[in-house]
């Protein structure tokens, strides 16, 4: 009888959980089989300092590789009984997978699975065509799946509110040389395995912009290629805002943008009013909430675009030596 997972389940899965979303396309990851169990640990040497001085940014991005690790694994037949933060001592590491009983995918799991190679961060401006309702629900369920809750901000002056929160954080990270500085760092010009291709970033902003874009030099846009006027906004957050909260919340996270990708939705994140604490805190307000804003994402229909490239399975991968 198999106790554990091998090294052939542990690559399969890792192909899919390196598809998963990161601050900059960091990929702060590593991906590790120990005594049978799969382990997913921060990648330290991957860290963002000054834009991630606390690590959110990681730990959501390692719960979000996480989610995809859990459905690569159901999809094949083998689900895992994951445990979050398993050894006290080594918070780096922040779940463990061992095997679950086997059984078959169910059909909302293979459609999750096959979102996975298909979703990508598409900042180009949306067609206006509101999201309907049927497919809002689909993506709070989501989010409520994972422990998660999204808010939808709706009407134009919670979204003009919104939009005043998220400049202001925005002129906050600016200021800082140090953040300016790490996102240049991260912006690929030439082909590379991480960080932003150009043309990714999106369109250069321009001051009509109702909300603020990273900046990941993009290029400029034809005349009348203006972003939507009325975005569909959702805030992702998460009950607590503890270490292993922030994990949920990545897994949270990945399940509502796959949910999206099934449902032919575009998606962009922005998360400068994350990372700002008084921007946190009154978007937080300004919701009327408990618990703590984890991510905001820009929701709609998108032009069609291409998945940003990731590094060799093999580079996040520790596997024990004789078993490579
Ligand atoms: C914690 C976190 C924060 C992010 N913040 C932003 C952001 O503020 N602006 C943005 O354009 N993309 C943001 N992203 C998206 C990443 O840049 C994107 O996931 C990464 O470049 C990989 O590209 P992909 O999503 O197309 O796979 C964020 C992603 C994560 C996980």
Redesign the pocket.
Known sequence: METGFTVEQLRAAAADAV?A?????TQPWRLRLRDGGIEVAVDRERHLPATDPSGW?AR??CG?ALFNLRLSLAAAGTPATVRLRPYPTEPDIVARLTPDVPRRPTPAELALHAAIPR???N?APFWPDPVPADARWRLGEAARAEQGWLEMVIGVSAVNAFAEIAHSANRVLERDPAYRAEREAWVRRAPAPDG?PAA?G?PLGEPQDLLP??G?GGRDRAPGRDFEPEPLVAVLGSPGNTTTDQVIAGQALQRVLLTATDAGLAV?????PIEVPGAREALRLSLGRFGTPQ?VMRVGYGQPGS??PRRDVDEVLDVPVGQR
């Open positions: 598809r979303p990161s601050l900059h396309n940014g959501i991005a979000a979703r990508f961060s900042r932003i990714a999106g874009s990273r990941f962009s994140m922005l998360s400068q991510m998945p940003t």
